[in-house]
């Protein structure tokens, strides 16, 4: 397979290759931030609690589902509340839904 240049000179086609692999790193490097960025705010309250149950609404935060799915899972066992007869307050346990993430 033969590469071919864009330029006049192998120099200047090799700068332009090094300017694009600089501007691809960084690009990368700005977006997996702005994503950690998003993590840590959409889950830091659930991280650092010290509570070893979560919420409805936490659970649906970190799973990233709506209520209805919610709702589906609990119905089908996927997803066990450790106070099934309540109607929409559920309580879950953190390390049971962390390994379903």
């Given at each position: ?35 950690v ?9 659930v ?50 839904v962390?390994?379903?993430?």
């Amino acid at each position: 397979m033969t590469t071919k240049t864009m330029f006049f000179c192998k120099e200047a086609d090799d700068l332009l290759k090094e300017r694009v692999n600089v501007l691809v790193k960084a690009y990368a490097i700005k977006y997996a931030r702005q994503f950690v960025k998003e993590y840590i705010a959409e889950n830091l309250s659930v991280i650092l609690s010290d509570s070893e149950y979560l919420t409805s609404k936490d659970v649906m935060n970190v799973l990233k589902i709506s209520r209805s799915t919610l709702n589906r899972r609990i119905k089908n066992g996927e997803l066990n509340p450790v106070n099934p007869d309540s109607s929409r307050n559920y309580r879950f346990i953190k390390s049971e839904v962390y390994n379903l993430k």
